[in-house]
């Protein structure tokens, strides 16, 4: 079974860029049909699609947070990752990475454990 | 959120509950629905892919339909293991991005 592993530091400070790092194990990142995924829930609240990257690096974004975010792969390392520029109190949240089964399908799974990200001076 | 669902709903024990998700032409109209479900401090888990799919080991008593700009989730036979927030999420081709609903927490009374 696929498995995804966030990490990343928990502390962001306002105007910085948040980075973060999804981990695959147990599974090909290269997989056809599939894309890597990045999706966020501030407390108490829904989820928000941030994006997807496929194993070729063509990335696709949430046209909310197009100007602000990069999502990359390394297929060598099984990791893809996520930059989020500038950032204030609003992106305070608990971010997921997932596996995204793409091409006219679009559902998620599996989902890592989620990490918290707060943004604080 | 673009797509709608009621902020809660509840039942008890043994009965059935559905959870509503509405949404437009361009994303529940034309596009796949899925639900997830995200049990209290855990992440998101995928319930039903595809409208009305089930990954193994998801029982039969959570089954998804839709009609429409509208998506049904049903649950039979709640159990106090479902108290849970239910999410739906579709593809929108004219935003060109996944979308979801705000959730639904689902109470068994």
């Known amino acids: 079974q696929v498995q995804l592993q966030e990490s990343g530091p928990a502390l962001v400070k306002p105007s910085e860029t948040l980075s973060l790092t999804c981990t695959v194990s147990?599974?090909?990142?290269?997989?056809?049909?599939?894309?890597w995924s990045w999706i966020r829930q501030p407390a108490g609240k829904g989820l928000e699609w941030i994006g997807r990257?496929?194993?070729?690096?063509?990335?696709n974004y949430n046209p909310s947070l197009k100007s602000r975010v990069t999502i990359s792969v390394d297929t060598s390392t099984r990791q893809f990752s996520l930059n989020l520029d500038s950032v204030t109190a609003a992106d305070t949240a608990v971010y997921y990475c997932?596996?995204?089964?793409?091409?006219?399908?679009?559902?998620?799974?599996?989902w890592g454990q989620g990490t918290l990200v707060t943004v604080s001076s | 959120s673009v797509l709608t669902q009621p902020p809660s709903v509840s039942a008890a024990p043994g009965q059935k509950v559905t959870i509503s998700c509405s949404g437009s032409s361009s994303n529940i109209g034309s596009e796949y629905v899925s639900w997830y479900q995200q049990l209290p401090g855990t992440a998101p888990k995928l319930l039903i892919y595809e409208d009305n799919k089930r990954p193994s080991g998801i029982p039969d008593r959570f089954s998804g339909s839709k009609s429409g700009t509208s998506a049904t989730l049903a649950i039979a036979g709640l159990q106090t293991g479902d108290e849970a927030d239910y999410h739906c999420g579709a593809w929108d081709f004219s935003l060109n991005s996944v979308v979801f609903g705000g959730g639904t927490k689902l109470t068994v009374l």
């Open positions: 990257v496929y194993a070729s690096g063509s990335a």
């Open positions: 147990n599974g090909s990142i290269s997989s056809d049909s599939y894309f």
């Open positions: 997932a596996r995204l089964r793409g091409y006219g399908h679009h559902w998620f799974d599996p």
